[in-house]
């Protein structure tokens, strides 16, 4: 039987049986969630062989037993044990939320080690985080490059197309239409960002509004639909990949619902207190369960995006269909992984389509080509 064993044991046991430093090592943190063992599952399908870790080692036992993978338990609050093992590691692949209590801590150790990272993460102030280590991360030669998944690659890859389409565009306008169940770590996300409030971009700084403030009726591929403002990773990404200073991101809503959040507004004290975070994060992991492979298969995720010019009357609109969340996540973090193995220019903090280009979300499955024209 494979138990997980500690950091120490790990490294130690890795160089006895001849791994050198130099061979590519993979690390996925938090493969025992339900996104990072769908990634740990694919790695293995396409013949890589990561190291699973996280902060539990009798989560991390049955994978690492069926996968016939090495499993290491290790805490992100013990800092030298964990950038003395990454120093082995090449990419860490980071799947373990909340992404707002352990991006930094992981971000801080693969600077000191030496190691790539990326994350899987949708909240917009890890995508802050990175880019204000952007200096450290490039004076250390490795890359920072949160947000490998359904978060952001696809609204990141689009908007990078569109601004090409017009380089001095000032409004960038973004959203997605999907029918694709929550994992419980999205949906513990989206509880953290109830208290807050929504997100924009305007002239260049972002500016929180009232859930349910901005709506509008969008056609985000397969007919028109209202649709309501949220905070988005790309109100922060979006500006890195292209600087266009005003951006929204939308997703379609029912009116009714609209309404809902915005009665929720006058209560957002109350939504930021711990324990009612606490109390609600408690639901999610009673009644949440990821989508089957099944239902997985069966979801599409219509994308699209708005760029204009107002004072010279410049208008783009642009679309691509990926694959449902999950299976946009699962492949473009491989994707990434595989980029970063090979990669051999300046560290630093990118966004993915700043990493791999814009053409990254059309080379994953279930993706189609981004389409871009005046409607």
């Given at each position: 039987?494979?138990?997980?064993?500690?950091?120490?044991?790990?490294?130690?046991?890795?160089?006895?049986?001849?791994?050198?430093?130099?061979?590519?090592?993979?690390?996925?943190?938090?493969?025992?969630?339900?996104?990072?063992?769908?990634?740990?599952?694919?790695?293995?399908?396409?013949?890589?062989r990561?190291?699973l870790?996280?902060?539990?080692?009798?989560?991390?036992?049955?994978?690492?037993?069926?996968?016939?993978?090495?499993?290491?338990?290790?805490?992100?609050?013990?800092?030298?044990?964990?950038?003395?093992?990454?120093?082995?590691?090449?990419?860490?692949?980071?799947?373990?939320?909340?992404?707002?209590?352990?991006?930094?801590?992981?971000?801080?150790?693969?600077?000191?080690?030496?190691?790539?990272?990326?994350?899987?993460?949708?909240?917009?102030?890890?995508?802050?985080a990175?880019?204000?280590?952007?200096?450290?991360?490039?004076?250390?030669?490795?890359?920072?490059?949160?947000?490998?998944?359904?978060?952001?690659?696809?609204?990141?890859?689009?908007?990078?197309?569109?601004?090409?389409?017009?380089?001095?565009?000032?409004?960038?306008?973004?959203?997605?239409?999907?029918n694709?169940?929550?994992?419980?770590?999205?949906?513990?996300?989206s509880?953290?960002?109830?208290?807050v409030?929504g997100?924009?971009?305007?002239?260049?700084?972002?500016?929180?509004?009232?859930h349910?403030?901005?709506?509008?009726?969008?056609?985000?591929?397969?007919?028109?639909?209202?649709?309501?403002?949220?905070?988005?990773?790309?109100?922060?990404?979006?500006?890195?990949?292209?600087?266009?200073?005003?951006?929204?991101?939308?997703?379609?809503?029912?009116?009714?619902?609209?309404?809902?959040?915005?009665?929720?507004?006058?209560?957002?004290?109350?939504?930021?207190?711990?324990?009612?975070?606490?109390?609600?994060?408690?639901?999610?992991?009673?009644s949440?369960?990821?989508?089957?492979?099944?239902?997985?298969?069966?979801?599409?995720?219509?994308?699209?995006?708005?760029?204009r010019?107002?004072?010279?009357?410049?208008?783009?609109?642009?679309?691509?269909?990926t694959?449902?969340?999950?299976?946009?996540?699962?492949?473009?973090?491989?994707?990434v992984m595989?980029?970063?193995?090979?990669?051999?220019?300046?560290?630093g903090?990118?966004?993915?389509?700043?990493?791999?280009?814009?053409?990254?979300?059309?080379?994953?499955?279930?993706?189609?080509?981004?389409?871009?024209?005046?409607?």
């Amino acid at each position: 039987m494979r138990h997980p064993i500690s950091a120490t044991e790990s490294t130690a046991n890795f160089k006895k049986q001849g791994h050198s430093v130099n061979k590519k090592r993979i690390m996925i943190y938090g493969a025992n969630g339900y996104t990072g063992e769908l990634i740990a599952r694919e790695a293995v399908a396409k013949g890589y062989r990561p190291i699973l870790a996280g902060r539990n080692a009798k989560k991390l036992q049955p994978l690492a037993e069926e996968l016939d993978l090495p499993a290491m338990a290790i805490g992100l609050d013990a800092t030298e044990t964990l950038e003395r093992t990454l120093r082995d590691i090449d990419v860490v692949i980071h799947c373990a939320g909340p992404f707002s209590a352990t991006a930094e801590p992981m971000m801080r150790a693969c600077i000191n080690a030496g190691t790539h990272y990326q994350d899987i993460t949708g909240e917009m102030e890890v995508y802050r985080a990175a880019h204000a280590m952007h200096a450290e991360a490039k004076g250390a030669g490795i890359v920072l490059c949160p947000g490998t998944g359904f978060d952001v690659i696809p609204t990141d890859c689009l908007a990078a197309a569109l601004h090409k389409a017009i380089p001095s565009a000032t409004h960038l306008t973004l959203g997605f239409d999907s029918n694709s169940a929550m994992s419980p770590g999205t949906a513990k996300t989206s509880i953290e960002s109830l208290g807050v409030g929504g997100a924009v971009r305007r002239n260049g700084k972002i500016e929180i509004i009232g859930h349910g403030e901005l709506t509008r009726q969008i056609n985000f591929g397969r007919g028109e639909k209202f649709a309501v403002a949220i905070p988005w990773g790309d109100v922060a990404t979006a500006y890195y990949s292209t600087e266009i200073p005003n951006i929204e991101v939308y997703i379609p809503m029912s009116p009714r619902r609209a309404k809902k959040m915005k009665r929720m507004n006058s209560f957002r004290w109350l939504l930021r207190m711990q324990w009612v975070q606490n109390w609600l994060k408690g639901k999610v992991d009673k009644s949440v369960r990821g989508p089957s492979e099944e239902k997985r298969s069966e979801q599409q995720t219509w994308v699209w995006g708005e760029v204009r010019n107002d004072r010279r009357g410049e208008r783009k609109i642009g679309r691509v269909v990926t694959a449902n969340g999950y299976d946009v996540t699962v492949h473009g973090s491989l994707a990434v992984m595989e980029f970063l193995l090979d990669y051999k220019g300046n560290g630093g903090y990118f966004t993915p389509s700043k990493l791999c280009g814009s053409e990254l979300v059309e080379r994953l499955p279930g993706s189609g080509t981004i389409k871009i024209g005046i409607d």
